[in-house]
């Protein structure tokens, strides 16, 4: 390229600017600091805030006996709260005393962790600013239910063994309770939960994403991959599964590939392929309308029946059916009476009859091969003459 061209900048990236504080240090840069009363120079809110969440009707007992506590974690922020149990409600509003105008957000997601089965223990932490939570839902991704708890039981693994390396390599807090799961933990860690779950619940099994970020927490650790790109190192999944006609047809280009190698080679193919049935010709034309059961009925002048006289062709079909198995069945019974057949014990002259006959046929089969040789001798003796 001339010094005179000027390099094309793409168009979306023309005020793209460098980044001076984006360095390796950046979590320190961006550390969130705590906000105390003496921070809030403006004074108390003018308006009040507050928030609701709906709870089963299971988490009842349990609420009531750990509200107390509740309560006292948020008056420390200075947030009230309310638990209904008529109408099966939990409710966080700020007052005079809150002092962070973030802190009733903060609340909010509390109360949904407490609807959602997370214990009040860990549902607490919520309130510091370096966690966070995300509720996944998951009740809709999957229509067959059989399928949604199979995919559901993936994510938790065999003694919760899945559940337990998801958290160790995240740094979040997981549970699966229903048709959600609640995540709590850093912004980070949110993000890629949130990916393995939904994934699972598209049928890609949670090791993959658990191998991929095992691979990325190693690369990490080495200073000198850094700048480098990791797409080499991290395992390549199938984005899409083929559908069975697009798997036969690799199938077989596979196997034709094979055959032409060893035709070249001399051996005989594998897998001759069945010949393909002729097409059928097309016509434009539909086919021919099937009669209705009632034109089948006009043709037979059965619809002109009155209804005794088809009870009666329908008893005597009964009758005669019936007359045709009990005759079979009288039949089948009678067998059992019918004498077999004797035979009777040769006589003395019929047994030497027999003798006779057998005599007669012995002494013609000799006279015929005394014949034979006689015919092979004067045969040879004049092969002998002519010689």
């Not at 094309?8 to 961006?30: A, S, Y």
């Not at 099994?205 to 080499?232: C, F, G, N, V």
């Not at 991290?234 to 077989?252: D, G, I, V, W, Y």
């Not at 069945?274 to 034309?285: D, M, N, S």
């Amino acid at each position: 390229m001339s010094e005179g061209e000027e390099t094309v900048v793409n168009k979306n990236k023309r005020h793209r600017k460098e980044k001076p504080w984006d360095t390796d240090d950046i979590d320190q840069c961006w550390k969130i600091d705590e906000f105390k009363p003496k921070d809030n120079k403006a004074g108390t809110f003018t308006e009040e805030s507050s928030f609701a969440t709906l709870f089963p009707k299971y988490r009842e007992k349990y609420l009531r006996e750990v509200w107390s506590a509740v309560t006292k974690a948020l008056e420390h922020h200075g947030i009230a709260c309310t638990l209904d149990l008529i109408h099966g409600s939990m409710s966080v509003r700020t007052t005079r005393k809150t002092y962070d105008p973030y802190i009733i957000l903060k609340g909010r997601d509390m109360i949904k962790l407490l609807a959602r089965g997370v214990a009040v223990g860990q549902a607490v932490k919520i309130l510091d600013d370096d966690v966070a939570c995300d509720i996944i839902k998951i009740g809709n991704i999957v229509r067959n239910k059989e399928r949604f708890v199979k995919r559901r039981q993936r994510i938790i693994g065999p003694d919760g063994s899945t559940l337990k390396a998801i958290e160790l390599l995240t740094q979040c807090y997981v549970l699966v309770q229903g048709s959600t799961v609640s995540v709590m933990g850093p912004h980070k860690g949110l993000k890629e939960v949130r990916r393995i779950v939904l994934d699972c619940m598209k049928n890609i099994h949670p090791i993959y994403r658990i191998k991929e970020l095992m691979i990325k927490r190693e690369l990490a650790k080495d200073p000198q991959l850094a700048t480098e790109s990791w797409d080499r190192f991290l395992p390549q999944f199938r984005k899409k599964h083929l559908k069975t006609s697009e798997k036969t047809a690799k199938k077989n280009e596979r196997l034709e590939e094979k055959n032409e190698a060893r035709k070249v080679a001399g051996l005989e193919p594998i897998g001759q392929q069945k010949e393909k049935p002729a097409k059928k010709v097309y016509t434009p034309f539909p086919p021919a309308q099937q009669p209705r059961k009632v034109d089948l009925q006009l043709e037979s002048g059965e619809y002109f029946l009155k209804n005794t006289e088809k009870e009666a062709r329908d008893a005597r079909r009964r009758k005669d059916k019936q007359e045709e198995v009990a005759a079979e069945n009288r039949a089948r019974r009678a067998e059992v009476f019918v004498a077999p057949t004797e035979t009777a014990a040769p006589t003395v002259e019929e047994k030497r009859k027999r003798k006779r006959e057998k005599d007669s046929e012995a002494m013609a089969d000799g006279d015929g091969e005394k014949e034979k040789i006689k015919r092979k001798k004067k045969h040879k003796k004049s092969e002998d003459a002519e010689s």
